[in-house]
């Protein structure tokens, strides 16, 4: 799509908000300052006459569905802060989760056979209806030929197309914010947009998902905190992916948290646990757990679907967030403060003491307090008037990390409304301050960079020319010098290995 034609959707974004009166809705007026009210008012002369029938969030999930794939999933998220947003607002977005209106089962087939390049009778023994749908596939309960009851994961038809022009239209938004509003500079907006891109992108090759899902299947089965369904390989394709069952009722339906025997609290601090033990244990994690891609199972057994989504974090983003986390545990706010500097979250020239005494007065009010005491909208405000304060930038790299904290957090309320994330997020990070950060790790850390300094050093002097023509050495000496060099690297490393067994 060309330039125009992207400023064109933009520009019919905007519009199909304001007909529907979801862009600055009128039972919000008394939120809106005297200048934004003007506005609100003179938009709202262009609203459709139906506009005022149904509430602020029915109208919005309206207009989010028409608006394409980004626009839903931006409402999926908006979805899971009922803290923020209020009730009701977040139940009229919840059907943007799985609840969307599917594409024709015939036409699901034929997508089937033609990603798997052989008939449905192959693989399938029955093939259903639609089971949920979403912004980007939809899924069909399915039986294979050896009786396994599976789901069928397949993409829309079109949607790569759809993908690739909400792509353009979000960058264009991103570089006139960029140009148009100073102020937002600091949130990145061409870094966000290019992020959330590209994460779409990957959503698009079933294939690179069901990779996904064998990886994090292999890292939850670790802790026991979350599953997920097998990957049934030879129902892989680039628009078809199929999985075992998932066990449960899921989550976005009313009966999840009515099954006989659920344990709320314990469900609640499984998924913090399990995002936090993902996150910081293996560096991948699921970056897309809303209540539409979890299944729940009394006692309090989870298990996660859908993984088009996959976060990383590098070893010192894991680091970073851990010592963050293990500060703000302890109510470290001086070493909480010093962890944002070193990882250049805070530019150098602020005052690190000034930074701790920030975060104090974000920490104090709602630390070990339950989730209901907690008012998130008024700690998000105060956070965001804190980065504004000191200059902090977003982070593209840990965009997925933020969102994903942000959408667990809101659907741990959801499940237990007494809920503590901090309580609950504490065995996970004092076990990884345990492993990481012990004098054990640390020699062993230190060990390993010296092996490897001694190897580039002699690699520096394998590849360093002569400065002047000069007679070969004598093979003695050459056969010196390669000696040195392997008893000084396997020194190391000897030395890096009795280190590690002896602390360990």
């Not at 899924?139 to 197309?161: F, Q, T």
């Not at 994460?199 to 994090?216: N, V």
């Not at 920030?358 to 008037?385: I, K, N, Y």
């Amino acid at each position: 799509m060309s330039a125009p034609g992207a400023f064109v959707r933009l520009v019919g974004a905007g519009w199909t908000l304001v007909r529907h009166d979801a862009l600055l809705p009128r039972e919000l007026e008394a939120l809106y300052p005297p200048w934004l009210n003007s506005t609100a008012r003179a938009l709202r002369l262009f609203a459709r006459r139906d506009a005022r029938v149904g509430r602020p969030g029915e109208r919005l999930a309206w207009s989010l569905e028409r608006l394409g794939p980004v626009a839903i999933k931006l409402g999926q998220l908006l979805s899971t802060r009922a803290d923020i947003f209020g009730g009701a607002f977040a139940e009229d977005l919840a059907r943007l989760k799985d609840k969307l209106a599917p594409f024709p089962t015939a036409l699901a087939r034929a997508e089937v056979e033609r990603a798997l390049g052989r008939p449905l009778a192959a693989l399938f023994k029955e093939f259903g209806e639609p089971v949920a749908a979403a912004s980007l596939a939809q899924a069909h309960e399915a039986v294979l030929l050896d009786g396994r009851r599976v789901a069928v994961k397949i993409l829309r038809p079109g949607i790569a197309r759809r993908v690739a022009e909400d792509a353009e239209v979000l960058m264009l938004a991103a570089r006139l914010v960029e140009r148009l509003a100073p102020p937002a500079r600091r949130l990145e907006p061409e870094g966000f947009a290019r992020t959330v891109i590209r994460a779409t992108e990957l959503e698009l090759d079933l294939r690179l998902e069901a990779a996904g899902a064998d990886e994090l299947g292999e890292a939850m089965a670790e802790d026991g905190y979350m599953r997920a369904p097998k990957v049934v390989w030879d129902g892989v394709g680039k628009r078809a992916l199929t999985m075992e069952w998932a066990p449960g009722l899921p989550l976005s339906g009313e009966a999840a948290l009515a099954q006989p025997g659920l344990d709320r609290r314990q469900l609640a601090d499984n998924l913090i646990r399990a995002f936090l033990s993902q996150a910081l244990d293996r560096g991948v994690f699921h970056a897309d757990l809303h209540e539409g891609n979890l299944f729940v199972a009394a006692p309090a057994q989870i298990t996660a679907v859908d993984f088009g989504i996959i976060g990383r974090l590098g070893a010192p983003e894991r680091r970073y967030l851990a010592e963050i986390l293990w500060g703000f545990l302890q109510r470290d706010y001086p070493r909480v403060a010093q962890v944002h500097f070193d990882a250049g979250y805070v530019p150098a020239r602020h005052s690190v003491a000034e930074f701790a005494q920030a975060l104090r007065a974000v920490g104090e009010p709602v630390f070990g307090r339950a989730a209901s005491e907690v008012p998130m909208s008024r700690v998000l405000t105060q956070l965001f008037e804190i980065t504004a304060l000191f200059e902090m930038r977003l982070r593209p790299e840990l965009v997925l990390l933020q969102k994903t904290m942000m959408t667990v957090e809101g659907v741990a309320r959801r499940i237990y409304p007494e809920h503590d994330i901090w309580s609950a997020a504490e065995p996970v990070v004092r076990r990884w301050i345990a492993r990481e950060l012990s004098p054990a790790t640390r020699i062993r850390e230190l060990a390993a960079n010296a092996e490897q300094a001694v190897r580039n050093l002699a690699r520096l002097a394998a590849a360093e020319p002569a400065a002047e023509p000069a007679e070969p050495a004598p093979a003695a000496e050459r056969g010196g010098n390669v000696a040195f060099w392997f008893a000084l690297g396997a020194l190391t490393s000897g030395l890096a290995f009795l280190a590690g067994t002896w602390l360990r």
